[in-house]
């Protein structure tokens, strides 16, 4: 591990303009690219105190043995350079969607004598239409057969063809008239191509004039009775009327834009994209990144606008792109995306109307794309017995850990202090264990305090199912009735509720588990806590993992095993070592680990909010008897706040329409009962905290 200062440049060295800058390794290989307006200004940021870096940027600078720049123009040649340089060192600490080359696209190769019409694959060719790209292959296969009635363009190979002119004799797409037969000349290279160009401007969206053009020939057929060919017209409007439905109308302007939506979480982003082409969507793409630098949302839109439209030109580079946020430098990157494509290209974040609305359709793909690839990566079974292997050899268990318990907190500046607790099994969560807690033993803000409470709770109720039904061994579990005590103050089962939704449980795993049987109730459910975990996971580093540790210790449990996964650099914990355990970030035993904190900090504060909302919509007029809505809501309006209705006397409450004086000496008893002793002080800020409108404390 490298010490930034030992490569830092020398004040005064760096340049004061654009640029662009490498890092290297201590191989000399290049770990990381980026741009600036200003060189010097972005790398003093580099070579800052450690501690004030984000995880990823000081992963990066500690691996960096060197840094060296570039001095350009302009920022758009910045842009340019920016993108050169990661297609040529593919650094690892740079953004990279995975390639889109599998995608298949509708090609029209008019850099030959006779164009043909095909699928493609793969990076594109110089002097080759692309249109697309198509999530299936047999999609652009059924809008071709609809369109060759109309525009009979050659689709056979080169073997074909030759073969085809050889013999003088063309193939079945040619005596069914689905192919205008170049091979044997009963058109022209001139015709064919003519005939090829009008398949790409239909394409490309102008449908409107060519179907009219077919109508026009079709009643001017029928009026000579010339029923045959009228008929033939008919069914070519038809088919190219087909053709269009499988593009639906998204903008009625006939708008040629590139929407662009992106979905994340901290460790990874799905982009995706609709091409949309006289005012439909002609094609769709997406890709799934990990993110591996510090980048937000703006970052990712530009590594996706040079992703997209790096090696991109004239009309493929559409006169509108439409993004969730702008890049750093809009303006740079307009002029940019304008160089490739010969001319304006407006790049903005959609306000209102068709366009807002497609962009949120778009949003809904992309966040559908990163849950899918997440689903996907998690439900394997190879791969999640990879994960708890991965995981027991990392933090030295005997077995993999079968049953993994995770538990969070959380809270608002030490206001509803609550923690949650998930279970995985085999890989999978098993949502109807997930149990809550409130944090009762203590007021205020100590995560560590609250984690061994918490703990200490959840496994003292352990050992007491274990003392009532006594060990069991490996195998079936004990027989006839267990008798249930109540449930711990605090202690809230995770069942259907409005601070969770989370849905059925997903499945447990194999049938075939070597796990011992878990104890029944009289009605068959599972008794609550019963069931140990092989693996404790907390979501803090050391403190909350020794907190953990002491709780087995102060109830004589010594057969779990306790780690804690630190978010900052996503390192694992262990009770006693002063040392992390690093897991490689393409590990899928860190993934899992990932999923479980995750899992269980969302389950935390999703009760956690619920809690605060129920309190905010709580007040002390609330102890009113009789007293509705519609006169609390003419009470704070009339006064502006609680606060000053509680320094109003009964007469003036008295004025308030519908407030009679009965009411109002209710109120005033009300208020003075639930009056603060001393007025409420953030402990962070110092600053003494204000009651709302609404008669709470927040």
């Not at 600078?61 to 060192?89: D, G």
């Not at 590594?303 to 580079?317: F, I, P």
């Not at 496994?459 to 061994?473: A, I, M, S, V």
């Not at 049987?517 to 403190?543: I, N, S």
């Amino acid at each position: 591990m490298a010490d930034p200062s030992s490569y830092r440049p020398k004040p005064g060295q760096i340049p004061d303009s654009p640029g662009v800058y490498k890092f290297r390794d201590e191989h000399r290989r290049v770990i990381y690219v980026g741009k600036a307006k200003s060189l010097r200004q972005r790398l003093a940021n580099y070579f800052q105190d450690l501690s004030g870096l984000h995880p990823r940027t000081r992963t990066m600078v500690t691996t960096a043995a060197s840094v060296e720049w570039t001095v350009v123009s302009t920022e758009v040649e910045a842009l340019q350079l920016e993108y050169s340089w990661i297609k040529e060192f593919d650094p690892r600490f740079n953004v990279k969607y995975r390639d889109d080359k599998s995608y298949p696209y509708l090609a029209v190769t008019l850099n030959e004598e006779f164009p043909r019409v095909q699928v493609m694959r793969g990076a594109k060719k110089k002097g080759v239409r692309y249109f697309g790209p198509y999530g299936h292959a047999w999609a652009i296969r059924e809008t071709v057969d609809l369109m060759l009635r109309v525009f009979p363009v050659r689709t056979c190979s080169a073997g074909v063809f030759k073969n085809a002119a050889r013999s003088g004799r063309p193939c079945l797409l040619g005596y069914i008239g689905k192919c205008s037969a170049p091979c044997v000349g009963r058109v022209t290279p001139e015709e064919h191509r003519e005939l090829a160009d009008d398949f790409c401007d239909f394409m490309a969206g102008r449908t409107g004039t060519y179907i009219r053009r077919l109508e026009k020939d079709m009643m001017a057929a029928a009026e000579e009775m010339e029923y045959e060919r009228a008929a033939r017209l008919r069914d070519d409007v038809e088919a190219l009327k087909r053709a269009m439905e499988k593009s639906a109308v998204v903008l009625a302007d006939a708008t040629d834009a590139d929407l662009i939506a992106v979905a994340e979480d901290e460790l990874e982003a799905a982009v995706q994209i609709f091409h949309v082409r006289g005012g439909r969507v002609r094609g769709q793409r997406g890709w799934v990144t990990d993110k591996v630098e510090n980048v937000d949302t703006s970052g990712l839109v530009e590594h996706a606008l040079q992703q997209l439209y790096g090696e991109e030109t004239g009309d493929s580079v559409p006169k509108e792109v439409l993004v969730p946020a702008l890049p750093e430098d809009p303006e740079a990157v307009s002029q940019w995306l304008a160089g490739r494509r010969g001319s304006q290209v407006s790049l903005r974040i959609p306000q209102r109307g068709d366009k807002k609305d497609l962009m949120a359709t778009v949003q809904r793909n992309a966040q559908q794309a990163l849950g899918l690839h997440k689903t996907k990566r998690a439900s394997d079974l190879t791969t999640r017995s990879r994960a708890l292997e991965e995981i027991a050899e990392a933090l030295g268990l005997d077995t993999a850990p079968l049953r993994i318990e995770c538990f969070d907190i959380s809270h608002l500046q030490g206001d509803d202090v609550v923690a949650s607790m998930v279970v995985f099994e085999d890989g999978l969560a098993r949502k109807g264990e997930y149990r809550r807690f409130q944090i009762k033993g203590f007021e205020g803000q100590d995560d560590v305090r609250s984690m061994h409470e918490v703990i200490s709770r959840r496994f003292r109720r352990y050992l007491q199912e274990k003392e009532r039904t006594g060990e069991w061994e490996e195998g079936p579990a004990p027989t006839g009735p267990a008798p249930t005590g109540p449930v711990p103050a605090g202690l809230v089962p995770a069942g259907p509720s409005a601070a969770e939704s989370a849905g059925p449980a997903g499945p447990a795993g194999p049938a075939e588990s070597s796990e011992p049987a878990e104890p029944r109730e009289d009605d068959g459910r599972p008794k609550r806590f019963a069931y140990p975990p092989q693996l404790l996971v907390v979501d803090g580093g050391q403190p909350q993992v020794a907190a953990a540790k002491r709780a087995l210790d102060e109830l004589g449990i010594d057969d779990i095993a306790v780690c804690g996964l630190a978010k900052r650099l996503e390192e694992v914990w262990l009770p006693d070592d002063d040392d992390p355990v690093v897991l490689p970030r393409s590990s899928e035993g860190l993934y899992l680990l990932q999923r479980v904190r995750d899992e269980a900090h969302r389950f935390a504060i999703t009760y956690q909010r619920a809690k605060r909302a129920k309190r905010i919509r709580s007040g002390p007029l609330d102890a009113v008897t009789g007293l509705g809505d519609t006169r609390k809501q003419a009470l704070i309006k009339h006064f502006g706040s609680v606060k000053k209705l509680r320094q109003a006397t009964i007469d003036e409450i008295c004025e308030v329409p519908g407030i009679g004086r009965r009411t109002a000496e209710s109120v005033v008893v009300a208020l003075a009962a639930a009056a603060p002793a001393t007025p409420a002080v953030n402990t962070a800020t110092g600053e003494i905290i204000e009651e709302d409108d609404g008669g709470s404390t927040t």
